[in-house]
Every structure is written in C-alpha cells, then in structure tokens.
C-alpha cells in the first residue's frame, strides 16, 4: 500500500446552521484503534441525522468523530491492533457513529461488511444506514413475517425504498404513503402493493380498505406527532408500530386503549449511538440474510443524486426539499 498522507480533507460543521455551514478543511488523519480498520472512502451516505446534527439537533455521541456522515464505502488502507477481518486493499461498506464526510474514516471491522460483488462504490455506501436500520426495525422489532402487511412511511425515502423492497422479498405486503403521484409511482415500481399519496388520502381509511378491514401487522414510523395515534387505528390486531424518527413531533395525544383493544406494541431504536456489539450483530443478520438478495440483484439502493465532497452543504440542500426519491450519496 502506498503511505499514508498526514492530513485529509473532512467535512466541517462550521456552527449549527442552515446549510452553508458545513465547510471542508483539513483534519490530521484519524488512527484506527483497536479491532478497527483504516477505510479510504470513495464514497458516503447523506442521511437525515445528518442534516439534524447540522442544525445542532443531533448531537455525536460520546467518543464519535464531530464529522457528520453515518456510513461509507471504500478501500482498507490500515489495521489497528487486533484486526484482521479484512486485508489492505479490501473493499468494505461500513456503518460508522460519525466521520463519513471524509477522505478516510476509522470503523470496528465488526461493523463493516465486504462490497457485493457488481456493486458500485456509491451504491455501496447507500446501504449500511439505511439497512441497518430497516432490518433490525421491521424484521427483528417489528417481526415481520411472510404473508404479514407492512405499512412504511415515507416510502421515497431511504429507508422507504429500501423496506418496500426487503419486505417483498421476504414475502410480505407492502403499502406505503408518500407525498407525490411522482414518488407513489416510484413507490409502486419498487414493489410496494398500494401507495397512498398522504397529501391527497387518509392513509388510515386507504390502510384498512386495501386489507378488508384488518389493518397493517408492522408499520415503520418516522413521523411521529399525529401519526401516532392514527398508527394505531391503522394498525391490526397484534399489530407492531416501531418508531425510528420524528420528523413530526416526539409529543401526542394519543387514546392508549387502542393498546389494549387490539394488544398493539409500539416500539422503537436509534442506530448511531448503539454499543459496537449491537451493530455488529445486525451487521452479521445482514450478511447472512440480505446480501445473498443484494448479489442477486433482488435488492439494490436507490440512487437520486451524487455530489462530490465538497458539495456537501448542497446535497443538504436538496434533502431538506423533499424532492429526491431514494438517497444521496457523496463521492470522495
């Protein structure tokens, strides 16, 4: 491997603010630690906690780089102590507690996993947060099984388009609500049964007449406020609500007898500042159950646009319109 420059170019937060604020300047570059490796990225996911952290609402947790970015893909360049899932010159996808919007970034290798085969950089870092995410939430929280409905919020989003498309291939029903005729229909392409335009629909009304009146058995929540207790009228008896945002409010008045009528469970995680174990247990399921689909080209992200590094305040931008279909993706 060639050395090592002393320096790289990182993405700033200058001060909390809109998005002119994140600034690229020059970091002395990070050391892997112990169990860790070294990654040259090629490419990084933009995410919402990104864009949160910006506005100085989301917080690094303690010990995490003050770099925004949750997930990367490139190349090993080095090893910390202890390491050796993976060789120099590796190419790895990996999910890390911050330092993405960089030219290189730490991460444990348990919480890496090797690039598909086919699989383009940028498409690979489109994956980690995103799947990591929709994985343990609507299969492991959420339980979700075949022949089950799956009601998922946001369906153009990120996390929308990839569990309408993990949800098929693991047998289930899917509707979604987006806030488009446009982003319905990509909704549809994807896989999704029935996309309710929540602009134009009761997504609860919409909910309950394209099941015959039973409602959805898990659904995915990243509104909060008052979806809260409309989640609970759409949903079936047994039903499981998982709560991973709040684009809405985090407060509701919510009639909570609808918990006991129809046995509801309303769960909820955050990814970011989870234990390494923890992460690299989903990462394990993942490479078990869904790269097999992803090699397979059953399963792939969507890409809206790429923008180079220093671009970042514009692919923020962008996120905070709405507009996209699917992710955005900074290219080292």
């Known amino acids: 491997m060639p050395a090592l420059p002393a320096h790289m170019t990182a993405i700033a937060i200058r001060a909390p603010g809109e998005p002119d604020v994140l600034v690229p300047e020059q970091r002395p570059l990070p050391q892997p630690g112990d169990g860790e490796v070294l990654v040259k990225v090629a490419a990084a996911g933009v995410n919402r906690p990104d864009v949160m952290q910006r506005q100085g609402l989301y917080p690094p947790p303690p010990g995490a780089s003050d770099i925004p970015g949750l997930e990367i893909a490139g190349n090993v360049v080095a090893l910390g102590g202890g390491a050796g ?56 929280r959420g339980a979700l099984k075949s022949g089950e409905t799956l009601l998922v919020h946001g369906g153009s989003s990120g996390i929308g388009t990839t569990a309408i498309q993990l949800a098929k291939c693991f047998g289930a029903r899917v509707i979604t609500t987006a806030g488009s005729a446009e982003k319905c229909a990509a909704c549809r392409d994807l896989g999704a049964d029935v996309a309710i335009d929540y602009r134009t629909e009761d997504f609860v009304a919409a909910t309950k007449a394209a099941t015959g009146g039973k409602g959805a058995d898990v659904i995915l929540d990243m509104v909060g406020g008052d979806y809260i207790a409309r989640n609970y009228e759409a949903a079936a008896v047994d039903g499981r609500i998982v709560q991973i945002a709040f684009q809405g409010s985090p407060r509701a008045d919510v009639d909570f007898r609808r918990i006991m009528l129809k046995r509801l469970t309303h769960t909820g995680s955050t990814l970011r500042a989870r234990a390494v174990a923890d992460k690299a247990a989903i990462a394990r399921a993942l490479e078990i159950k869904v790269w097999p689909l992803i090699a397979a080209g059953k399963v792939k992200p969507t890409i809206y646009r790429t923008f180079p590094l220093a671009e970042a305040s514009a692919a923020h931008a962008l996120m905070e319109t709405s507009t996209h279909i699917g992710k955005l993706v900074l290219e080292v």
């Open 85 to 140: 899932r993976f060789a120099p010159g590796d190419a790895v996808t990996a999910l890390v507690a911050g330092g993405g919007y960089a030219e290189y970034c730490p991460v444990h290798e348990t919480n890496a996993l090797p690039v598909v085969a086919g699989l383009s950089m940028v498409e690979a870092a489109a994956i980690p947060e995103t799947f990591f995410t929709v994985w343990h939430n609507a299969f492991e």
